[in-house]
């Protein structure tokens, strides 16, 4: 298995943290290969202006912002811009479209550029224009140049004009600021159309706008967005929202809004308003099926509605929702051999981890871990992972570092999530003693 150096440091740190890398996801993907050839098909049809929704349900521990990110790797590497938002009910509430939109923006990312990436974009479409310009004989810097410039991007700018024209009028005075130097007022307009706040009023009145992105604007944006991003030669926009489910846990009057909100969503997607947007959420059975989630909306509910078949390996890709499937031993030995080989490959060490952390040793991690989750490989696969590399780092460090006999492991209240609290069984976990064969 080769990985970049790079890559393999990203991957190991994040493991180490207990959290999902942010790249590399193809090299750790398991069980995921049989979405491949459904996505493809959906680029393809992003990139025709066509638009998409897929819901990822799982339980906890099943992988769903894994599965999310993976899929965000892949559009990236098919030249797609993304977006991971994750929903909460005070950093960004579902039914409040304003920061929903200002976190999309936030986490704009490329190929190119992890996070923030929409100046780079912006940057991207104005020197394509700049490029087209130039085919035409004129020379960069004249007056000549930047009127047809500016005429070319008024023509290209005639979707966005229709969809959202503030978002077009924004455009162009970011253009005009740019190119006459007056970067200030630049980086405040796109400050501005990123949803940020707070940007001076001195800086808005350059582009003839008042007040900050609101409720009812920022779908508007978000299809100016769409127009500018397929103009730049991007495929379209892969939009996650992570951890939907939280809507379960919110008062009932911000649950039914959240609610409302996404169906609202889901209906100006299959209406056509968002051309070259795929949206993703996640959540649980729970949310999907329960009492205090999509069911509490009718319309929501007949929407995402999905006849799952006796055996996961047959269910429809193409349904509304994607059932993932949850970790069992096997994966999880299959998960943690990659890891180790993925860190022995740049080691020093690497014939000695190899040897000492066989696969007949993961497998005996996973059990010894898993049991302490009340037999559940589906809850153990972050702390697993987590462990398995303070292992190897043991043995890379240390020759006479015998895993068996010297890698005393514990799980400690402070390392768990709430729900691998409750997997446990107890809300006040004492340490645990991790015994090896």
């Not at 894994?66 to 993304?82: D, N, Q």
């Not at 009340?374 to 590399?389: D, E, M, N, W």
Request: proline residues 3%; contains cysteine.
């Amino acid at each position: 298995m080769v990985v970049s150096p790079k890559r393999r440091e990203d991957i190991i740190d994040a493991l180490r943290r207990g959290t999902v890398p942010q790249q590399g996801l193809d090299v750790l993907a398991v069980g995921l290969d049989r979405f491949e050839g459904f996505f493809a098909e959906e680029f393809a049809k992003l990139k025709q202006g066509g638009a998409g929704f897929k819901a990822l349900q799982g339980e906890y521990g099943s992988g769903k912002t894994f599965a999310s990110r993976w899929l965000c790797e892949r559009a990236k590497r098919s030249g797609f811009v993304t977006a991971e938002v994750q929903i909460s009910e005070t950093e960004t509430p579902l039914h409040r479209h304003e920061t929903v939109y200002r976190r999309i923006m936030e986490r704009l990312s490329t190929s190119a550029q992890q996070f923030g990436a929409f100046q780079a974009v912006l940057d991207q479409w104005f020197f394509t224009l700049e490029q087209d310009v130039e085919k035409e004989g004129l020379v960069a810097g004249t007056d000549a140049f930047e009127a047809r410039v500016r005429a070319l991007l008024d023509q290209r700018l005639t979707d966005a004009t229709r969809v959202s024209p503030i978002f077009a009028q924004v455009v162009r005075a970011i253009r005009i600021a740019s190119a006459g130097g007056d970067d200030e007022t630049a980086r405040g307009l796109v400050a501005w159309l990123s949803g940020q706040p707070n940007v001076a009023a001195s800086i808005k009145r350059r582009a003839d706008i008042k007040g900050d992105i609101d409720h009812d604007g920022a779908l508007q944006m978000l299809a100016g967005l769409l127009t500018v991003i397929r103009d730049c030669g991007f495929g379209g926009l892969v939009v996650v929202l992570d951890e939907v489910e939280t809507l379960q846990r919110v008062r009932s009057d911000v649950r039914e809004k959240g609610l409302n909100a996404l169906r609202g969503l889901l209906d100006e997607l299959a209406g056509g308003r968002f051309p070259g947007l795929f949206m993703v959420i996640t959540g649980t059975p729970a949310f999907f099926t329960g009492t205090e989630g999509v069911q509490r909306l009718a319309p929501l509910a007949q929407r995402l509605h999905t006849d799952f078949r006796d055996d996961p390996k047959f269910d429809n890709p193409r349904a509304p929702r994607i059932r993932l499937r949850a970790f069992d031993f096997e994966t999880l030995l299959v998960l943690g051999s990659r890891v180790r080989d993925i860190y022995a490959s740049g080691a020093a060490a690497g014939d000695r981890l190899r040897a000492r952390c066989d696969d007949a040793f993961i497998e005996d991690l996973s059990r010894g871990i898993s049991m302490q989750f009340v037999g559940k490989a589906a809850i153990a696969p972050r702390i697993f992972l987590k462990k398995l590399i303070d292992i190897l780092d043991g043995v890379n460090d240390h020759p006479d570092f015998d895993p068996r006999r010297d890698g005393s492991l514990k799980i400690v209240n402070s390392e768990l999530t709430e729900q691998e609290r409750a997997a446990i069984g107890r809300n006040d976990v004492d340490d645990i003693e991790i015994s090896l064969p």
